[in-house]
């Protein structure tokens, strides 16, 4: 789905929330290889499981025609510093329900663009109707918990022993989910 952009502005940064466009593939293919590089709260290694230009072209317009799918980007004058994608379900008995995710490079934490992609992609799944969000976080990742928790975010469970990070220790993924709030 296509949303109206937004604008915003964290000392003296401003930065832009959109819809993820075409144009936007290769940078993406870039920026998902450069973030998982800064840090081991996502899943992949660098390197791992990389996305071509194509295979972004494809998920971005798989995600601009499906109703319950959205595909955000945040961009500082053009140049595209983090994103998020919220995936529906087709099964029916799943329908009711998008999984989130979100990354933002290293250099742009503290601008409070993550919690912007979230709240958008909050409110754009409860102008939708839809009944829940999920998503997984490292447990090492407190800042991001806190910041889902204040968004409404439960914890729903755990999975222990979940990843096993460069220090050779395994650590938990925390699974939270958020329902939508009774009108």
Same mark, same amino acid.
């Not at 660098?46 to 194509?54: D, V, W, Y």
């Not at 102008?127 to 839809?130: E, H, K, N, Y």
């Given at each position: 789905m296509i949303i109206s952009e937004n604008m915003f502005t964290v000392r003296d940064l401003t930065y832009r929330i959109r819809s993820a466009a075409l144009a936007d593939a290769k940078k993406l293919s870039a920026l998902r290889l450069k973030i998982d590089g800064e840090t081991e709260y996502l899943d992949r290694e660098? !390197?791992?499981?990389?996305?071509?230009?194509?295979e972004f072209e494809t998920l971005i317009q798989e995600d601009s025609k499906q109703s319950r799918h959205l595909f955000l980007v945040a961009d500082i004058e053009g140049e595209i510093v983090g994103f998020s994608r919220c995936e529906?379900?087709?099964l029916k008995r799943f329908a009711h329900k998008v999984t989130f995710g979100v990354a933002v490079q290293k250099d742009v934490w503290g601008y409070k663009i993550g919690k912007e992609l979230l709240a958008t992609?909050?409110?754009w799944a409860d102008?939708? !109707?839809?009944q829940k969000m999920s998503l997984q976080v490292l447990e090492t990742n407190q800042k991001a918990i806190r910041l889902y928790e204040h968004h409404g975010f439960e914890i729903e469970g755990i999975l222990k022993k979940d990843k096993r990070l460069s220090?050779?220790?395994y650590y938990d993924t925390i699974v939270m989910g958020r329902?939508?709030?009774v009108s």
């Open positions: 660098p !390197g791992e499981a990389f996305m071509e230009e194509k529906g379900h087709s992609s909050i409110d102008s939708l !109707g839809i220090d050779g220790m329902q939508r709030p």
